[in-house]
């Protein structure tokens, strides 16, 4: 099971820290990813990193505002987000892959999904 939690409300520009933390002793051998979901849009991609760590990747609206980690050793992952705007309003889940299958931004490729936390971002 994946446990999302962090979001909350916040004025543009403002930072944000979503965790998404997991049990079990594969964490460290599956790929994470974080995905969002506006009202009215379809689930987007929003980040992932390999088991390592060692890889990342962001979708364009977000480079350089967001920054996807892991600690292994505590079996979460984080998302931080500065620089907020209202367009990152959404629900954002946490993903897992398969143990050993590489990131990607496929959210079909995604076996395992958290129940999603809320980021509200006003102007």
């Known amino acids: 099971q994946l446990q999302a939690s962090g979001g909350g409300l916040v004025q543009a520009g403002d930072s944000l820290r979503l965790s998404c933390a997991t049990s079990?002793?594969?964490?460290?051998?599956?790929?994470m990813a974080w995905f969002r979901q506006a009202p009215g849009k379809e689930r987007e991609f929003v980040a992932a990193?390999?088991?390592?760590?060692?890889?990342?990747s962001y979708t364009d609206s977000v480079k350089g505002r967001f920054t996807i980690s892991r600690d292994n050793a505590k079996n979460t992952v984080y998302l931080r987000m500065n620089s907020l705007k209202p367009e990152d309003t959404a629900i954002y889940y946490c993903?897992?892959?398969?143990?050993?299958?590489?990131?990607?931004?496929?959210?079909?490729?995604?076996?395992?999904w958290g129940q999603g936390t809320q980021v509200t971002v006003s102007s």
């Open positions: 990193i390999s088991g390592s760590g060692a890889r990342t």
């Open positions: 079990g002793r594969t964490f460290s051998s599956r790929a």
């Open positions: 993903a897992a892959r398969r143990q050993y299958y590489s990131a990607t931004d496929y959210s079909a490729d995604y076996d395992y």
